[in-house]
């Protein structure tokens, strides 16, 4: 996953999956936060719009 990510030009630090029962209000709480401080240290995203490459 983590060269496709980096293929299409986007950080693998931006993408997290976490296995969180509907139970667990507490450890949502605590990924939602880590997680927003992960992306927060991360240079801004840039636009990833693809274009025609240029023909010379």
Same mark, same amino acid.
């Given at each position: 996953? &983590? /060269?496709?990510?980096?293929?299409t030009g986007i950080? =693998?630090?931006?993408?997290h999956f976490s296995? !969180?029962?509907? #139970?667990?209000? *507490? $450890?949502?709480?605590?990924?939602? &936060?880590? !997680? *927003?401080?992960?992306? $927060? #240290?991360?240079? =801004?995203?840039? /636009?990833?719009?693809? *274009?025609? =490459? $240029?023909? /010379?």
């Amino acid at each position: 996953m &983590k /060269n496709l990510l980096e293929h299409t030009g986007i950080a =693998p630090g931006r993408l997290h999956f976490s296995w !969180i029962s509907s #139970a667990e209000s *507490t $450890k949502f709480v605590d990924v939602v &936060k880590k !997680i *927003t401080e992960e992306v $927060k #240290a991360l240079e =801004p995203a840039l /636009n990833y719009a693809k *274009t025609e =490459p $240029k023909v /010379n």
